[in-house]
Each structure stands twice: as structure tokens, then as C-alpha cells.
Nanobody, 115 residues
Framework: VQLVESGGGLVQPGGSLRLSCEAS????????MLWYRQAPGKEREMVAV????????NYADFVKGRFTISRDNDKNTVYLQMNSLTPEDTAMYYC?????????WGQGTQVTVSS
């Protein structure tokens, strides 16, 4: 299993970023996918989850209405569109999948929100 995140960077408050996670090594179209984040000194927390078909999504309360998770099963890629970013969104963002009861993580992509 390999998960490769991209799309992070430095953005001003109120700005937007789109993260991508390209997956391989498992049946992507049969797997729910998740995004997590971890800020310095804090525990890793779930941001969003999407079902295998993309027909169901769920979000942490702190991103509802601002972030959107989506997927393209033809490209084996899951996305996280992040709008109205605030400094509190600064964190390393990770892609996650559970395959045969094993949890897999990408290397993460850094998002920094600062003026």
C-alpha cells in the first residue's frame, strides 16, 4: 500500500488549497478513504472520510462547511478541497486507509496558514 499526498503549502488566512492523495497497492475503489491532520504538539485528528463510491462523506465539526472531500476512482486519488483557511488549520495533513485491518498512512503534506 502506498499513499502519496501533495498540494500543501503556505496560504494566507481566508485562502484555499486542494490536497491530493494518490493511492496504489490495494483496491482503491473498494476502500473508504480518510484525511487526518496533526498540528505541532497536538494529537492527530480525523478531518474527513469518504466511502468507497463517494456517495457518503463525513467531516469533523471544525471543518464542516469549509472543507470538501472527494475522490476519483479512475485515478485512484482522493482530494481535500480546503476553503476559508485559518491559522488553526496549520498542520501536517495525512491520507489514511485501512486495508485488511491494517492502517496505512502517507508521508503527509504540510499546510501552513499565515499572513
Amino acid at each position: 500500500v502506498q499513499l502519496v499526498e501533495s498540494g500543501g503549502g503556505l496560504v494566507q488566512p481566508g485562502g484555499s488549497l486542494r490536497l491530493s492523495c494518490e493511492a496504489s497497492g490495494f483496491t482503491f475503489s473498494s476502500s473508504a478513504m480518510l484525511w487526518y491532520r496533526q498540528a505541532p504538539g497536538k494529537e492527530r485528528e480525523m478531518v474527513a472520510v469518504i466511502s468507497d463510491t463517494g456517495g457518503w462523506t463525513n467531516y469533523a465539526d471544525f471543518v464542516k462547511g469549509r472543507f470538501t472531500i472527494s475522490r476519483d476512482n479512475d485515478k485512484n486519488t482522493v482530494y481535500l478541497q480546503m476553503n476559508s483557511l485559518t491559522p488553526e488549520d496549520t498542520a501536517m495533513y495525512y491520507c489514511n486507509v485501512n486495508v485488511f485491518r491494517h492502517t496505512h498512512w502517507g508521508q503527509g503534506t504540510q499546510v501552513t496558514v499565515s499572513s
